[in-house]
């Protein structure tokens, strides 16, 4: 059963419907039910981090696992922390356990039983990590801007008998998510209930990996992110940013956000909403964005140094570098900086260091559309020898798509610009999101990347392209 109503989008002033599930609003509320359960990565292959919400906090819990394999026993962990916040009113228990010493070289699988006082109340499995330098193909989806519409029920739900059916090892969210956040966020604080439940399907039965978007940095008023932060946090990293390696891909998620001040914030201060002065937070934003900065140019130094073992970068972010959407441009530090799409401060920020290291291919999301660019520096497309639309031959640069064709509607106010030379293959500007939203489908094999766009209502694929590589780089 579901109960909608109608809620007002605060910086574009577009209605959607957003999806309350009655039976997750109970869960954080009436019962001692547990939900929203998820699966994330450590850093570590062999230690996984399960997190799910309760209504009531306690040290009853319990995790059996067993790894399936030949003549694997089960264990239990009983190390169960829980954290509860009272933002908003809101009410319940976040608890989190890591989840040890997993062979990752001898099995496929792990199933897992929550258990309340020796009752289990819950039970799944997840595919366990690739081991770093694996040739074994992995599949991957993308989402970014999912939000709670009928459009995000359909998407999710595609998604998870993709996942049931073992077609997908692992889901990448380059960020926005529950949509919790604007001005009237006193009252919204549920949705982040009715989000993890919608998700649920999925997050309990692959690995997760959560980027953070503008949505879940303002939904408490200070910045802070509290709500996605306990949620989904990766146990290996305090950070808005991280990395990990997988098979033969080695992802690095930033924060879009840290190299600009943004539109929302000062709309919040203005609002009263932040007690901070504009100059303060652009202060706080150039530290921020010196820590990930440094931080990047480690990661994908170290990461292009190890292609022989790890072939493939990929960088999952927010905010698009390249989008030929009018709702793309971001906020640059002051008017002379109101930058169109041609260049951005984000854009003069990250690109360099994506070129310097050779990144393969860049998801984001923000734009509520799928598209994609070819091989593009410097706002220049550049295909090599051999290559086509669809065929990239050994490319020189890295491809940008945006994931962001999930379940939101396309912004009323925005549409396309025309298609510039660089961008390869998006959908309309269609303010019913039926007809193309889905996700993003990656497969990491030896040599060559599949990247499809997958629309969830008839399963058909509405764009493909190839990255092929026969050659080496250092």
């Known amino acids: 059963q579901f109960l909608y ?12 419907w957003i999806l309350l599930s009655v039976v997750s609003y109970v869960i954080a509320s009436e019962d001692d039910s547990i939900g929203q359960v998820t699966v994330t990565l450590t850093g570590d292959p062999s230690k996984y981090r399960l ?28 190390n169960v922390n829980f954290i509860t916040h009272t933002v908003d009113g809101w009410r319940g228990c976040i608890h989190t356990v890591l989840l040890p010493g997993i062979p990752h070289r001898d099995i496929n699988f792990v199933k897992y039983q929550i258990l309340d006082h020796g009752v289990d109340v819950f039970s799944s499995s997840f595919p366990v990590a690739v081991p770093a330098g694996s040739s074994k193909p992995v599949k991957y989806a993308i989402i970014a801007d999912i939000g709670q519409t009928e459009q995000s029920v359909r998407t999710i739900s595609h998604l998870a008998k993709r996942v049931a059916n073992n077609d997908i090892q692992m889901v990448l969210h380059a960020g926005d998510h529950a949509y919790a956040d604007g001005n009237t966020a006193p009252h919204r604080a549920y949705l ?21 978007g503008e949505h879940e940095i303002l939904y408490d008023g200070t910045g802070k992110g509290i709500p996605f ?47 901070a002065s504009w100059n303060d937070i652009k202060r706080e934003y150039e530290v921020l964005h010196r820590e990930q900065q440094s931080w990047l140019q480690r990661d994908l130094r170290n990461a292009n140094a190890n292609r022989d073992k790890v072939p493939w970068i990929i960088v999952v972010m927010h905010k698009p570098l390249y989008s030929s959407g009018k709702h793309n441009p971001n906020p640059g530090w002051s ?25 393969d291919v860049v998801f984001s999301g923000h734009e509520h559309h799928y598209e ?25 640069y890295p491809i940008h798509v945006i994931a962001g064709c999930t379940g939101l509607p396309a912004f009323p106010d925005s549409g396309w610009r025309t298609k ?20 993003v489908s990656l497969i990491v094999e030896t040599g060559r990347l599949t990247i499809q766009h997958v629309v969830a209502v008839n399963d058909s694929i509405f764009d493909v392209f190839y990255i ?6 250092p």
């Open 229 to 275: 932060r306990y949620r989904y946090t990766r146990s290996f990293t305090s950070k808005r940013y991280y990395s990990f390696d997988n098979g033969l891909a080695h992802f690095c998620f930033i924060d879009s956000d840290i190299a600009i001040p943004q539109n929302n914030e000062a709309s919040m201060l203005r609002a009263g909403l932040w007690n």
């Open 51 to 78: 997190s799910w919400v309760s209504s009531e906090c306690g040290d009853s819990y319990l995790v059996r696992v067993t790894p399936v394999g030949a003549g694997l026993a089960s264990f239990k962990v009983s």
């Open 5 to 16: 109503f109608i809620g007002n989008h605060t910086q574009q002033m577009w209605n959607a």
């Open 468 to 473: 092929i590589r026969n050659d080496t780089r």
């Open 372 to 396: 994609r660019t070819h091989p593009v520096r410097n706002m220049k497309p550049h295909l090599t020898k051999g290559s086509n639309n669809t065929h990239y031959l050994n490319p020189k």
């Open 335 to 359: 008017s002379d900086d109101m930058r169109d799409d041609a260049w951005s401060l984000q854009r003069r920020r990250l690109e360099p260091v994506l070129l310097k290291y050779k990144v």
């Open 192 to 212: 982040w209930d009715t989000y993890g439940e919608l998700m649920n399907n999925v997050t309990k039965r692959v690995p997760f990996m959560a980027n953070i």
């Open 420 to 439: 510039p030379p660089w961008s390869a293959a998006r959908t309309e500007n269609d303010l019913h999101p039926q007809k193309y939203a889905g996700h």
